[in-house]
């Protein structure tokens, strides 16, 4: 288990990371989410033994983060950082003999991974020669390439098309499954709801947010109804716990304080004619994450 507590750092006199716990099992998506300058990188860094922390601990199985345990860690940084006139089996070998493992079991390894992310054909190609999303294909393999207990990833999916985050979340999943720990930040929320078990959410390095995916839109009490038909919407604006209607080219949203709201919205339009649907949906996370966050910049 990946056990953060109570850390906080300042760069000078900016606090980037305010008394922030949380725990990650083996096994868990954890996804880190924030706003730009939230404290996402800061904390990785700190996860991953690069950074101290001024204050609290991070420990795996109870051991702090040292030279001993960074073998078994992986990380995907947000920014790219390949040597571009590598080739691709140098460039893993490079990173996987880092790590302590022999060039025979590296090369063993890319090769399974080349496959998996549908790339074998690059294996000798200069980095540079690359399309950008494979890049990041690379760079995911050298982060996984020591088979990590802990995997940091900081936007794991930039640069890739639907099709290949399809093929990268399956094979993370996968990772989980076998027991590694994932914790990532991405900001595309679609992204973070598809792919993960539990998240936190930080605002300028505080913890506003933590709990599992289902819990978190169980509790946010807003709904969206979608309707379509001829109905009025002016009455439905007069409803006291009506939020917003929105009307968009084939149907409209009204968005609702809570589930009470919704039956008042179905009285008042349930004799309009020609209703062909009345549907409510959970907020989606984009909406939660604006909402939480738009709440303390508010404040
Ligand atoms: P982004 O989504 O833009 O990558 P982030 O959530 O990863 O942002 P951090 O990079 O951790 O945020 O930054 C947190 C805060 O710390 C910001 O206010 C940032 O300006 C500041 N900061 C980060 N690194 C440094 C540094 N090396 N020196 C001074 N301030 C820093």
Not at 181 to 187: G, Q
Not at 241 to 261: C, M
Request: proline share 2%.
């Amino acid at each position: 288990m990946l056990k953060v507590s109570h850390i906080s750092k300042s760069y000078g006199s900016i606090k980037a990371i305010n008394d922030l716990s949380f725990e990650v099992k083996e096994g868990e998506i954890f996804g880190l989410l924030g706003v730009n300058g939230a404290g996402k990188t800061t904390t990785f860094r700190m996860i991953v033994g690069l950074l101290q922390p001024d204050e609290g601990t991070i420990t795996i199985n109870n051991k702090p983060i040292d030279y001993d345990i960074s073998d078994d860690i992986g990380f995907l940084t947000e920014e790219r950082s390949l040597f571009i006139k590598m080739t691709v089996l140098e460039q893993v070998l490079f990173y996987g003999n880092l790590k302590g493992l022999s060039n025979k079991e590296i090369e063993k390894r890319l090769d399974y991974w080349l496959d998996r992310l549908k790339i074998p054909e690059y294996k000798n190609e200069k980095i540079k020669n690359l399309s950008k999303g494979n890049q990041q294909k690379i760079q995911f393999i050298a982060a996984v390439i020591n088979e990590p207990k802990l995997l940091v990833l900081d936007e794991p999916f930039t640069g890739l098309d639907p099709f290949n985050v399809d093929i990268l979340m399956t094979a993370l999943r996968e990772m989980a499954v076998k027991g590694t720990i994932v914790i990532f930040a991405s900001h595309r929320m679609e992204h973070v709801e598809m792919f993960c078990d539990r998240l936190l959410i930080l605002v300028k390095g505080d913890k506003v947010l933590e709990g599992s995916l289902k819990d978190i839109k169980n509790e946010y009490l807003k709904k969206s109804i979608k309707i379509k038909g001829d109905i009025d919407i002016k009455k439905i604006k007069e409803i006291k716990g009506v939020e917003r209607v929105i009307k968009t080219s084939d149907e409209i949203i009204v968005k609702v304080a809570n589930i009470d709201i919704v039956k008042k919205v179905f009285n008042v339009i349930k004799n309009s004619k020609n209703i062909i649907k009345f549907e409510v949906e959970d907020p989606s996370l984009n909406e939660i994450f604006i909402s939480k966050v738009g709440d303390y910049f508010e404040e």
